[in-house]
Protein backbone atom coordinates (compact mmCIF):
# COMPACT_ATOMS: atom_id res chain seq x y z
CA UNK A 1 0.00 0.00 0.00
CA UNK A 2 1.34 3.17 -1.14
CA UNK A 3 0.05 6.82 0.19
CA UNK A 4 -0.91 9.54 -1.98
CA UNK A 5 -2.76 13.18 -1.46
CA UNK A 6 -5.22 15.14 -3.28
CA UNK A 7 -6.06 18.95 -2.20
CA UNK A 8 -9.63 18.84 -2.27
CA UNK A 9 -9.43 22.10 -0.48
CA UNK A 10 -7.90 23.68 -3.34
CA UNK A 11 -10.00 22.21 -6.03
CA UNK A 12 -11.55 25.55 -6.91
CA UNK A 13 -8.29 27.74 -5.99
CA UNK A 14 -6.36 25.66 -8.79
CA UNK A 15 -8.97 24.94 -11.42
CA UNK A 16 -11.24 27.33 -11.67
CA UNK A 17 -10.36 30.67 -9.97
CA UNK A 18 -6.22 30.42 -10.88
CA UNK A 19 -5.57 31.98 -7.50
CA UNK A 20 -3.51 29.27 -6.92
CA UNK A 21 -1.53 26.76 -9.17
CA UNK A 22 -0.47 23.07 -9.51
CA UNK A 23 2.91 23.90 -9.08
CA UNK A 24 2.23 25.68 -5.94
CA UNK A 25 0.29 22.66 -4.67
CA UNK A 26 3.11 20.06 -5.59
CA UNK A 27 5.57 22.67 -3.12
CA UNK A 28 3.15 22.66 -0.71
CA UNK A 29 2.49 18.91 -0.53
CA UNK A 30 6.29 18.43 0.39
CA UNK A 31 5.40 18.76 3.95
CA UNK A 32 2.82 16.57 4.11
CA UNK A 33 4.76 12.94 3.98
CA UNK A 34 2.65 11.26 1.11
CA UNK A 35 4.46 9.43 -1.69
CA UNK A 36 2.38 10.31 -4.66
CA UNK A 37 0.23 13.51 -5.70
CA UNK A 38 -3.09 12.54 -7.61
CA UNK A 39 -3.99 15.23 -10.33
CA UNK A 40 -7.33 16.46 -11.43
CA UNK A 41 -7.83 17.15 -15.29
CA UNK A 42 -8.98 20.53 -14.29
CA UNK A 43 -5.63 21.31 -12.87
CA UNK A 44 -4.21 21.90 -16.47
CA UNK A 45 -5.17 25.02 -18.45
CA UNK A 46 -3.79 23.54 -21.13
CA UNK A 47 -2.60 19.84 -22.21
CA UNK A 48 0.09 20.76 -24.57
CA UNK A 49 3.18 18.31 -24.11
CA UNK A 50 5.82 21.15 -22.66
CA UNK A 51 3.37 21.97 -20.16
CA UNK A 52 2.45 18.28 -19.12
CA UNK A 53 5.98 17.13 -18.81
CA UNK A 54 6.78 20.47 -16.73
CA UNK A 55 4.23 19.22 -14.28
CA UNK A 56 5.70 15.72 -14.45
CA UNK A 57 9.36 17.13 -13.79
CA UNK A 58 7.55 19.22 -11.10
CA UNK A 59 6.03 15.76 -8.90
CA UNK A 60 9.17 14.29 -9.77
CA UNK A 61 11.64 16.62 -8.44
CA UNK A 62 9.37 17.29 -5.27
CA UNK A 63 10.08 13.15 -4.93
CA UNK A 64 6.50 12.27 -5.67
CA UNK A 65 4.76 9.44 -7.97
CA UNK A 66 1.53 10.51 -10.05
CA UNK A 67 -0.11 7.27 -9.14
CA UNK A 68 -3.56 8.81 -10.45
CA UNK A 69 -5.05 11.10 -13.20
CA UNK A 70 -8.54 12.16 -11.79
CA UNK A 71 -11.23 12.64 -15.16
CA UNK A 72 -14.98 13.40 -15.04
CA UNK A 73 -16.48 12.38 -18.35
CA UNK A 74 -19.82 12.36 -18.95
CA UNK A 75 -20.96 9.56 -20.88
CA UNK A 76 -25.11 9.59 -20.12
CA UNK A 77 -25.45 12.69 -22.11
CA UNK A 78 -28.75 12.10 -25.04
CA UNK A 79 -26.78 13.06 -27.47
CA UNK A 80 -24.54 10.67 -29.19
CA UNK A 81 -22.27 13.51 -30.67
CA UNK A 82 -21.64 14.48 -26.90
CA UNK A 83 -20.56 11.33 -26.01
CA UNK A 84 -18.17 10.66 -28.63
CA UNK A 85 -16.42 13.82 -27.46
CA UNK A 86 -16.33 12.95 -24.13
CA UNK A 87 -15.06 9.95 -25.14
CA UNK A 88 -12.29 11.49 -26.88
CA UNK A 89 -11.18 13.70 -24.21
CA UNK A 90 -11.14 10.66 -21.98
CA UNK A 91 -8.59 9.11 -24.12
CA UNK A 92 -6.74 12.17 -24.09
CA UNK A 93 -6.63 12.12 -20.83
CA UNK A 94 -5.48 8.10 -20.54
CA UNK A 95 -2.20 9.56 -22.66
CA UNK A 96 -1.63 12.66 -20.35
CA UNK A 97 -1.81 10.21 -17.57
CA UNK A 98 0.82 7.55 -19.13
CA UNK A 99 2.95 10.65 -19.65
CA UNK A 100 2.82 11.81 -16.61
CA UNK A 101 2.10 8.36 -13.86
CA UNK A 102 3.74 5.68 -16.58
CA UNK A 103 2.51 2.32 -17.06
CA UNK A 104 0.40 0.82 -14.54
CA UNK A 105 -0.79 4.28 -13.20
CA UNK A 106 -4.93 4.79 -12.98
CA UNK A 107 -6.84 7.26 -14.65
CA UNK A 108 -10.17 7.77 -13.09
CA UNK A 109 -13.56 7.09 -15.74
CA UNK A 110 -17.19 8.26 -14.21
CA UNK A 111 -20.60 7.19 -15.62
CA UNK A 112 -21.77 10.60 -16.23
CA UNK A 113 -24.88 12.84 -14.86
CA UNK A 114 -28.38 11.55 -13.58
CA UNK A 115 -30.25 13.28 -16.55
CA UNK A 116 -33.42 13.00 -15.49
CA UNK A 117 -34.58 12.45 -19.22
CA UNK A 118 -32.04 9.50 -19.20
CA UNK A 119 -33.41 6.03 -18.25
CA UNK A 120 -31.67 3.65 -15.92
CA UNK A 121 -31.25 1.32 -19.47
CA UNK A 122 -30.14 3.74 -21.49
CA UNK A 123 -27.55 5.25 -19.35
CA UNK A 124 -26.07 1.72 -18.20
CA UNK A 125 -26.13 0.61 -21.75
CA UNK A 126 -24.11 4.16 -22.72
CA UNK A 127 -22.03 4.16 -19.56
CA UNK A 128 -21.03 0.09 -21.04
CA UNK A 129 -20.47 1.33 -24.65
CA UNK A 130 -18.07 4.54 -23.59
CA UNK A 131 -15.92 1.93 -21.22
CA UNK A 132 -15.57 -1.13 -23.37
CA UNK A 133 -14.05 1.81 -26.28
CA UNK A 134 -11.93 2.92 -23.99
CA UNK A 135 -10.55 -0.09 -23.21
CA UNK A 136 -8.34 -0.53 -25.68
CA UNK A 137 -6.66 2.94 -25.58
CA UNK A 138 -6.00 2.10 -21.97
CA UNK A 139 -4.86 -1.25 -23.13
CA UNK A 140 -2.29 0.39 -25.70
CA UNK A 141 -0.87 2.61 -23.19
CA UNK A 142 -0.76 0.34 -19.92
CA UNK A 143 -3.02 2.62 -18.07
CA UNK A 144 -5.67 1.36 -15.95
CA UNK A 145 -9.45 2.58 -16.02
CA UNK A 146 -10.52 3.15 -12.47
CA UNK A 147 -14.01 3.70 -11.91
CA UNK A 148 -15.36 5.24 -8.95
CA UNK A 149 -18.15 5.17 -6.79
CA UNK A 150 -18.60 8.83 -7.41
CA UNK A 151 -21.16 11.71 -5.62
CA UNK A 152 -21.15 14.52 -8.20
CA UNK A 153 -18.21 16.35 -9.71
CA UNK A 154 -17.89 19.67 -8.59
CA UNK A 155 -18.75 21.36 -11.92
CA UNK A 156 -21.82 18.97 -12.93
CA UNK A 157 -25.32 20.03 -12.61
CA UNK A 158 -26.47 16.66 -11.94
CA UNK A 159 -25.27 14.17 -9.30
CA UNK A 160 -23.82 10.64 -10.38
CA UNK A 161 -25.60 8.67 -12.72
CA UNK A 162 -24.10 5.67 -10.88
CA UNK A 163 -23.95 7.22 -7.73
CA UNK A 164 -26.15 4.44 -6.09
CA UNK A 165 -24.46 1.02 -4.87
CA UNK A 166 -26.61 -1.41 -7.31
CA UNK A 167 -26.42 0.97 -10.21
CA UNK A 168 -22.56 1.26 -10.05
CA UNK A 169 -22.79 -2.48 -9.75
CA UNK A 170 -24.40 -3.31 -12.44
CA UNK A 171 -22.00 -1.03 -14.24
CA UNK A 172 -18.71 -3.36 -12.98
CA UNK A 173 -20.35 -6.82 -13.58
CA UNK A 174 -21.36 -6.08 -17.41
CA UNK A 175 -17.36 -5.03 -18.13
CA UNK A 176 -15.16 -8.98 -17.67
CA UNK A 177 -12.25 -6.99 -18.01
CA UNK A 178 -9.86 -7.14 -15.11
CA UNK A 179 -6.39 -6.11 -16.55
CA UNK A 180 -7.05 -2.44 -17.63
CA UNK A 181 -10.49 -1.69 -15.61
CA UNK A 182 -11.25 -1.99 -11.85
CA UNK A 183 -12.60 0.09 -8.85
CA UNK A 184 -11.95 2.99 -7.50
CA UNK A 185 -12.93 2.58 -4.15
CA UNK A 186 -14.22 5.47 -2.21
CA UNK A 187 -16.13 4.76 1.02
CA UNK A 188 -16.99 8.25 1.71
CA UNK A 189 -18.69 8.38 -1.26
CA UNK A 190 -20.86 5.34 -0.34
CA UNK A 191 -21.87 7.07 2.68
CA UNK A 192 -23.35 10.26 0.84
CA UNK A 193 -24.71 7.50 -1.91
CA UNK A 194 -26.80 6.54 1.38
CA UNK A 195 -25.13 3.00 0.84
CA UNK A 196 -22.67 0.67 3.21
CA UNK A 197 -19.45 1.24 2.73
CA UNK A 198 -18.63 -2.22 4.03
CA UNK A 199 -20.96 -3.84 1.72
CA UNK A 200 -20.11 -2.27 -1.43
CA UNK A 201 -16.40 -3.17 -0.69
CA UNK A 202 -17.08 -6.41 0.13
CA UNK A 203 -18.78 -7.00 -3.29
CA UNK A 204 -16.13 -4.95 -5.51
CA UNK A 205 -12.73 -5.71 -3.21
CA UNK A 206 -10.92 -7.85 -5.58
CA UNK A 207 -11.45 -5.30 -8.39
CA UNK A 208 -10.25 -2.31 -6.35
CA UNK A 209 -7.41 -0.57 -7.99
CA UNK A 210 -7.12 2.32 -6.16
CA UNK A 211 -8.88 4.11 -3.17
CA UNK A 212 -9.71 7.16 -1.59
CA UNK A 213 -9.51 8.04 1.98
CA UNK A 214 -11.20 10.77 3.75
CA UNK A 215 -14.10 10.87 6.63
CA UNK A 216 -17.22 11.89 7.49
CA UNK A 217 -18.89 13.20 10.93
CA UNK A 218 -22.56 13.99 11.69
CA UNK A 219 -22.98 17.36 13.18
CA UNK A 220 -24.03 17.31 16.97
CA UNK A 221 -27.93 16.25 17.26
CA UNK A 222 -28.15 14.86 13.80
CA UNK A 223 -28.71 11.38 12.46
CA UNK A 224 -27.94 9.66 9.26
CA UNK A 225 -31.59 8.90 8.69
CA UNK A 226 -32.94 12.56 9.04
CA UNK A 227 -30.07 13.32 6.15
CA UNK A 228 -31.41 10.71 3.90
CA UNK A 229 -33.47 12.10 0.71
CA UNK A 230 -36.56 11.13 -1.16
CA UNK A 231 -33.82 8.63 -3.69
CA UNK A 232 -32.17 7.19 -0.71
CA UNK A 233 -28.72 9.62 -0.91
CA UNK A 234 -27.57 12.08 1.76
CA UNK A 235 -26.10 14.61 -0.65
CA UNK A 236 -23.79 17.30 0.67
CA UNK A 237 -25.32 17.84 3.22
CA UNK A 238 -24.18 20.90 5.80
CA UNK A 239 -24.59 18.27 8.75
CA UNK A 240 -22.40 16.19 7.36
CA UNK A 241 -18.68 17.00 7.57
CA UNK A 242 -15.26 16.60 7.00
CA UNK A 243 -12.81 15.74 9.08
CA UNK A 244 -9.58 13.65 10.44
CA UNK A 245 -9.53 10.44 8.20
CA UNK A 246 -10.22 7.63 10.95
CA UNK A 247 -12.15 9.49 13.41
CA UNK A 248 -15.69 9.85 11.53
CA UNK A 249 -17.87 7.47 10.43
CA UNK A 250 -16.03 5.18 8.44
CA UNK A 251 -14.94 1.79 10.10
CA UNK A 252 -11.34 2.15 8.42
CA UNK A 253 -10.11 -1.06 10.45
CA UNK A 254 -12.89 -3.63 8.75
CA UNK A 255 -11.73 -2.13 5.62
CA UNK A 256 -8.10 -1.91 5.04
CA UNK A 257 -8.69 -5.78 7.10
CA UNK A 258 -10.52 -6.73 3.99
CA UNK A 259 -8.08 -4.90 1.31
CA UNK A 260 -5.23 -6.84 2.80
CA UNK A 261 -7.22 -9.85 2.69
CA UNK A 262 -7.90 -9.02 -1.04
CA UNK A 263 -4.56 -8.64 -1.55
CA UNK A 264 -4.70 -5.05 -2.51
CA UNK A 265 -1.08 -3.45 -2.85
CA UNK A 266 -2.19 -0.03 -4.62
CA UNK A 267 -2.58 3.49 -4.03
CA UNK A 268 -4.78 5.42 -1.03
CA UNK A 269 -5.13 8.94 -1.64
CA UNK A 270 -6.11 11.30 1.17
CA UNK A 271 -8.76 13.30 -0.44
CA UNK A 272 -9.69 16.10 2.00
CA UNK A 273 -7.75 18.93 3.67
CA UNK A 274 -11.28 20.81 3.98
CA UNK A 275 -10.14 22.05 7.50
CA UNK A 276 -6.74 22.94 6.62
CA UNK A 277 -3.13 20.94 6.11
CA UNK A 278 -3.26 19.97 9.25
CA UNK A 279 -5.66 17.75 9.16
CA UNK A 280 -4.25 16.43 5.90
CA UNK A 281 -0.97 15.92 7.89
CA UNK A 282 -2.86 14.11 10.41
CA UNK A 283 -5.24 11.66 7.91
CA UNK A 284 -1.56 10.64 6.40
CA UNK A 285 -0.49 9.40 9.62
CA UNK A 286 -3.17 7.78 10.12
CA UNK A 287 -3.02 6.16 6.61
CA UNK A 288 0.78 5.24 7.60
CA UNK A 289 -0.72 3.61 10.89
CA UNK A 290 -3.41 1.31 9.16
CA UNK A 291 -0.64 0.36 6.57
CA UNK A 292 2.03 -1.17 9.09
CA UNK A 293 -1.29 -2.71 10.95
CA UNK A 294 -2.22 -4.41 8.09
CA UNK A 295 0.33 -4.49 4.76
CA UNK A 296 3.70 -4.68 6.81
CA UNK A 297 2.96 -7.88 8.56
Sequence with gaps: MKISAFP?????????????????????????????????????????????????????????????????????????????????????????????????????????QRYPDV?????????????????????EYEIVLGMENHYKDGYWSYPEFAQKMDVFLRVIDAIPE????????????????GDDPIALLERVADRVVSMHASDRYLAEGTTLDELRQSDGTLGYSPNLRHGVTGQGLNDYDRIFSILAAAGYDGWVSIEDGMNGMDEMRQSIDFLKRMRAKYFEK
Excluded at 119 to 139: D, N, Q
Design 8 to 112: KCYLDDISVQRTMSVFDWIEMAKSLGAEGLEMYVGFFPTLDNAFVDAVGEAIAKAGFAMPMMCCSPDFTHRDPEVRRREIEKEAGMIRVTRRLGGPGAICRILSG
Design 178 to 193: RTYFGVQYDPSNAIVA
Design 119 to 139: SLEEGIGWVVEAIETLIPVAR
